[in-house]
């Protein structure tokens, strides 16, 4: 009889995985292929037969319900694999996806699934033996190439998430400075039976902003985290690499400097989204997201800037790799809520609670799921 395998081991072998998938598919030509800011953007459909075939999508999902039952901290990472690759597919949209409707009680299904923002003001009503949706959703990434949709619905009796099985091509089609396609589509008298109806599980029937603006601000603060590594690596190799009067770029004190700020800033933020994968599935983990988010979003544009004066003249061109990372940084910090409105939940919190509380509120926030 084989040894079981150990969580870690399976969690090693998961991210070892996807960095081989990410590394053999993933090329300038994909990227440019599929970057809608520079023409009509693809749908890599080989990529993402691999990634469907390894069991990504349902990494966070539970092993009960078919999926690989990672922990979240694991698929946090998993995520920043994405944000660093520049992952042209929404990978962490459906494994948050699946994960969010696991836990409210649904099956996983197949196929790449994409979050509808919560602004998209969605409702739902009782018809014949199912249900009934009236809205139009906006700014879905890639809400016209996904096998399903998932949405959260408001109704005579409350909120609900609805799976939206073949959502159909978008009514119009733009795309972020990242060049990713984000999508709006027409919901209005879309039928959907009573199975693709579930209450918000109990940890976010309270999130501020809902459910699924909360857990795609997650995924966007991890995706960042991933993003802001990119580019300061390849500021490392520059500032090693190029030199000017004689010496490299690093022997220089600003550049030193410049460097090490980002790296601040890229620790504060690691150390932020860290937080949020901890307390997934717990009550604190809308207040975690908000931190996260904040922080995140605040370092994406610092580090960006630097990265930036580091490579000089050459970062700007289309050639060099740096505005893959660059260019999804300014756009990740404003999906799912900009810096300031996280900002502003995280201030209206401590507020609730008094000066007293603020903090046993950390302490508790920083034990983690709960």
Avoid: Y
């Avoid at 966070?60 to 597919?89: F, K, Q, Y």
């Avoid at 949405?151 to 099985?165: Q, T």
């Amino acid at each position: 009889m084989e040894p079981e395998t150990a969580p870690d081991d399976v969690a090693g072998i998961v991210l070892d995985q996807a960095g081989r998938l990410f590394s053999a598919h993933i090329t300038p030509a994909l990227l440019a292929a599929c970057d809608g800011a520079s023409g009509p953007a693809a749908w890599p459909a080989p990529l993402w037969e691999a990634i469907d075939e390894s069991g990504l999508p349902l990494a966070l999902v539970p092993e009960a319900r078919g999926g690989i039952g990672l922990d979240a901290t694991v698929a946090a990472r998993l995520i920043r694999a994405c944000g660093r690759a520049a992952l042209p597919l929404p990978l962490p949209e459906t494994i948050a996806g699946a994960a969010l409707w696991a836990a409210a009680g649904g099956e996983a299904g197949a196929g790449a699934l994409s979050l509808v923002p919560a602004a998209a003001g969605v409702r739902i009503a009782p018809s014949g033996d199912g249900f009934s949706l009236d809205g139009r959703a906006a700014g879905v990434p890639w809400g016209g190439g996904v096998s399903a949709l998932l949405v959260e619905a408001s109704g005579a009796d409350g909120r609900c998430l609805v799976r939206l099985e073949a959502p159909g091509p978008a009514t119009d089609t733009r795309h972020n400075l990242a060049g990713e396609p984000r999508d709006a589509l027409d919901l209005a008298g879309r039928a959907v039976p009573a199975d693709a109806v579930r209450p918000l599980p109990g940890w976010l029937a309270g999130a501020e902003g809902g459910a699924i603006e909360t857990v795609g601000a997650w995924i966007r603060a991890e995706a960042m985290v991933g993003a802001m590594e990119r580019a300061l690596a390849s500021s490392l190799d520059h500032a090693t690499e190029r030199q000017q009067f004689g010496r490299p770029l690093a022997k220089f004190q600003a550049i030193q400097h410049m460097l090490a700020d980002a790296a601040g800033h890229l620790a504060a933020a690691t150390a932020a989204a860290d937080l949020a994968a901890a307390a997934w599935g717990g009550t604190r983990f809308p207040l975690a997201v908000a931190v996260a988010k904040s922080r995140c979003g605040e370092a994406a544009g610092r580090v960006a800037e630097i990265c930036h004066q580091v490579h000089g003249a050459m970062g700007f061109t289309q050639e060099h790799g740096l505005h893959r990372a660059t260019r999804r940084l300014w756009s990740w910090r404003d999906e799912f809520g900009p810096d300031v409105l996280w900002q502003e939940r995280i201030g209206r919190a401590v507020c609730a609670g008094g000066g007293a509380a603020l903090w046993p509120m950390l302490v508790r926030l920083r034990a983690g799921a709960g």
